[in-house]
């Protein structure tokens, strides 16, 4: 009987190339192992046992699958009778391209499974390894991007339960669930920040990016590209292929415009048009991009001070001033101190806490910087401080060395000076003077101010005056 005879009956044929497939793989392929329906090795060939350590193939026998080649997926091929036909596992040494069947007896059902390593050189398979590779590297810098951009505060973390603290929680938690424009107007360090990624950690838009762009912080003709990007070949050199400003980069999240009190009037007019028509036009194209973002804007600045000083459009005002959250000063919710400096306290890792005095001395504090300020003297008071209770001198050190007041010199503003600041120094001079004039007599100097003992008491605790003045 000739080869063409041979070919002639079907099922012979059949079984040669079963048998021919089988020797060719077994033997160009990087290794071969079969198990039985407990997937425990029945045979493997020399290489692949060494492959894994054994001196010979014969000590596989017998053993589960795992045990040799620990991350087998033979048992899964026996379990679900599911071949999978291209994989790749790694072994101690590298990785290898591997293909799994499943083996079943003449009436159908599942006896075993063959597992073939294709080969180890994944070199050969470059343009799709390399691909995959690049794809992987990709997605981990996008995830790491991503979580990167996602908020680090929820609600949590604004600290207060005072009627003023409540409120503008309520006020933020009811804005997280809604679409339109946030507008939080405070003054710096009041935590205007944390609450725009509380409210976009508690909305929808959670799992997308946070994005802020300050106004303030950017020189002023860099700013439109900052927000809408650049169209390829828009300019020469570095971004000659165009760069996605920030509201393609929050793109289903929430961008954050803090300083909106900054921006430049015709960046406004811009701005403007994105929030009416939910498009934009990256600088140096023609193209119209749709924008899908939720904007949350923030200011120190008296908005409406600016609106009349024709610095800010009254139209962007009303766009954003939908949800307008009002977030009080420190000075405005003295009653959160404790609970604030504790927080605080913690977050910097600090041992430290506060005696009653350090406290009653915090609370009259006029925080012109806020809850920023009260962590920054906090932070100081506990670098300088060995005992771990802080007492009032600790804090009055770190609050700041008062400026000396000269005998008999009048108050006037200074310029660039706070209302607070100058009434402090008025508040000193006053006192300083009394007690001079009363040699140290608190109980005398209270009388000659119309003020009551403890309510002296407490004023030159707070100003870091001594009775020795
Ligand atoms: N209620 C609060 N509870 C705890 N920490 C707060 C609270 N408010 C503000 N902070 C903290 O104070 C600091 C300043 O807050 P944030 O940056 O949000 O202020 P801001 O209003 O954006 O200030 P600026 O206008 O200067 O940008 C941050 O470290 C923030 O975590
Ligand atoms: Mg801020």
């Known amino acids: 009987m000739n080869i063409t005879d041979n070919l002639k009956d079907y099922q012979q044929v059949r079984g040669l190339a079963i048998q021919s497939l089988f020797e060719i793989i077994e033997q160009s392929s990087e290794g071969t192992v079969i198990v039985d329906r407990d997937a425990n090795i029945v045979w493997m060939n020399e290489r692949y046992a060494k492959r894994f350590g054994l001196k010979s193939a014969d000590e596989a026998i017998g053993q589960p699958c795992e045990q040799v080649i620990s991350n087998s997926l033979l048992r899964q091929v026996v379990r679900n009778d599911q071949p999978i036909l291209l994989d790749i596992q790694d072994t101690p040494k590298g990785p290898l391209v591997v293909m799994r069947l499943p083996i079943h007896n003449e009436a159908g059902a599942v006896i075993g499974a063959i597992g073939f390593a294709l080969f180890d050189e994944l070199r050969n398979l470059s343009p799709l390894i390399e691909r995959y590779l690049s794809m992987q590297q990709e997605l981990a810098s996008t995830r790491s991007l991503l979580r990167s951009r996602q908020s680090k505060y929820n609600f949590a973390h604004f600290i207060g339960t005072s009627a003023a603290s409540l409120e503008v929680k309520r006020r933020a938690r ?64 570095a971004d000659r292929k165009g760069r996605p400003g920030k509201f393609q980069i929050a793109q289903g999240g929430t961008l954050f415009l803090d300083e909106i009190g900054d921006m430049p009037l015709p960046l406004q007019n811009k701005l403007l048009r994105v929030l009416q028509e939910k498009e934009f036009e990256p600088v140096g194209s023609n193209e119209m991009l749709h924008s899908d973002v939720r904007v949350i804007a923030a200011t120190s600045m008296d908005l409406e001070a600016a609106i009349k000083r024709g610095e800010f459009r009254a139209d962007l005002y009303y766009r954003l001033n939908v949800l307008p959250i009002q977030v009080p000063p420190l000075r405005e919710r003295l009653e959160d101190i404790p609970a604030l400096s504790e927080a605080i306290l913690e977050e910097l890792r600090s041992q430290h806490e506060l005696d009653r005095e350090a406290l009653a001395l915090l609370a009259q504090h006029a925080w012109p910087g ?24 600790a804090i009055r050190a770190a609050i700041g060395t008062f400026t000396p007041v000269e005998r008999g010199s009048a108050v006037a503003a200074v310029e660039g000076e706070s209302f607070s600041a100058a009434r402090e120094r008025f508040d000193r001079q006053v006192i300083g003077a009394a007690l001079r004039a009363c040699e140290g007599n608190v109980v005398e100097a209270a009388k000659r101010l119309g003020l009551g003992r403890s309510t002296l008491y407490k004023k030159m605790v707070a100003l870091g005056i001594d009775q020795s003045h």
């Open 370 to 393: 806020n809850i920023r300020e009260l962590r920054n003297v906090l932070e100081r008071a506990a670098l300088l401080s060995d005992d771990l209770v802080l007492n009032a001198p």
């Open 174 to 237: 009811r804005s997280a669930s809604a679409e339109s424009p946030v507008l939080l107007l405070g003054e710096t360090g009041t935590g205007k920040e944390l609450l725009a990624q509380a409210i976009h950690g508690a909305s929808t838009r959670a799992h997308k990016a946070f994005v802020s762009i300050n106004s303030a912080a950017i020189p002023a003709d860099l700013l439109e590209a900052e927000f809408f990007g650049t169209a390829p070949g828009a300019f020469t050199g």
